[in-house]
């Protein structure tokens, strides 16, 4: 038997309304904002002053306590090592993705003088395969810094780059390290020593299971036109007029492979840059200097052209090296222009597409 009460079953009026809102609003007087946020945050409304808020109560001070433990650890959110339906655009395989400009000091070998510690910017990056949301780039810098004590060689970057290849699960990688290489370079006469800051890069390449090694360096020397040298003789001698061949500051920058085995020191390529093309741009310079500064270009005069082939010939000399690129920038002091040239050897760097701003890095800025 079922028993209802005649209450129950009514409508309640608006003096029962009035009633339990006048209860509600005193219960609220007296209660906390956790009590309220946790019964319905719109009870704020009841009270003068008040506004509801769909957050708790959430505290202000920094928890320098707080330990995180593996079970905090694991829960987490983990957006880029998500599942592959959070994918956005084409579900397409990216080449290259990782950090650049990481950078931390390193110990280099140097040929001739010991170890040399220098502020080093590191680029690393792997592939990223078409069914996988994203990497976790700060697993590149952990596996860069565990090697990071040692002096470096192309074995030391190697083991780093095995490292985070395994910790990212990925078929390709590539890690880059550029620095400025300081080398003390003699005056042409007087004796006088200065460094030369040379701007290198060491990259190596693993793809598709095979791995390069590679050194950029980018080499300044002054080039004198062979056309406008010969023209101004040709105004001293014809018209007893006083001229000047235009000479300009010019950049080559040699990127070389390293063949297996091999061993090709830093010196080695600027000795290969210095033999092709000796009119390298000079530190400490006396009178003397500047003249035969100037005796050197007028016995080296050189077009863009006869600049990539002459790094070339000394490359192509050397068994250590592979496949190479020159790339020549000749900052015209003539025209308001500059001559270039690229010449490849090998497969690794020939492409059919330039880079837009690819001579615009060739600027050396003293």
């Known amino acids: 038997m079922n028993i209802h009460t005649p209450d129950l079953d009514r409508q309640p009026s608006r003096e029962d309304a009035a009633q339990a809102l006048e209860r509600l609003r005193q219960w609220a007087a007296r209660a906390s904002e956790a009590e309220i946020a946790d019964l319905d945050p719109s009870l704020a409304r009841l009270l003068p002053g008040r506004e509801p808020s769909s957050y708790p109560v959430l505290s202000r001070a920094y928890p320098y306590g707080f330990e995180v433990d593996a079970t905090y650890k694991d829960s987490l959110p983990d957006l880029q090592n998500g599942p592959s339906s959070l994918i956005r655009g084409a579900r397409q395989q990216i080449q290259h993705v990782g950090i650049s400009n990481f950078r931390l000091p390193i110990r280099f070998h140097t040929r001739d003088n010991g170890d040399l510690t220098l502020e080093t910017s590191v680029t690393g990056t792997v592939s990223l395969e078409a069914d996988k949301k994203g990497i976790n780039m700060s697993r590149i810098m952990r596996s860069f810094y565990k090697h990071s004590e040692k002096t470096f060689s192309f074995e030391v970057i190697e083991a780093a780059l095995e490292d985070y290849m395994t910790d990212l699960d990925s078929f390709d990688a590539r890690i880059q390290m550029r620095f400025s290489y300081p080398v003390k370079i003699t005056s042409l006469r007087s004796g006088l020593e200065g460094y030369q800051y040379y701007d290198i890069a060491l990259e190596l390449i693993e793809k598709a299971g095979a791995r390069k090694k590679i050194i950029h360096i980018d080499y300044?020397?002054?080039?004198?036109?062979?056309?406008?040298?010969?023209?101004?003789?040709?105004?001293?001698?014809?018209?007893?007029?006083?001229?000047?061949?235009?000479?300009?500051?010019?950049?080559?920058?040699?990127?070389?492979?390293?063949l297996d085995g091999a061993c090709l020191w830093f010196e080695d390529v600027i000795d290969m840059a210095r033999n092709a093309v000796p009119t390298e741009t000079q530190v400490m310079v006396k009178r003397e200097d500047e003249q035969a500064f100037a005796e050197l270009n007028a016995a080296n005069p050189i077009f863009v052209e006869d600049a990539a082939r002459l790094f070339c010939e000394q490359l192509q000399a050397d068994e250590r090296v592979g496949d190479f690129r020159v790339v020549a920038s000749h900052q015209e002091s003539l025209h308001s222009h500059d001559a270039v040239s690229i010449l490849t050897d090998g497969a690794t760097f020939a492409s059919e597409s330039v880079d837009p701003k690819l001579f615009n890095t060739l600027f050396h800025v003293g």
Do not use: D, N
């Open 220 to 258: 300044v020397y002054s080039s004198t036109c062979p056309c406008s040298l010969e023209l101004s003789e040709h105004a001293r001698q014809t018209r007893g007029q006083l001229a000047t061949p235009h000479s300009q500051r010019s950049v080559a920058r040699i990127s070389a492979e390293v």
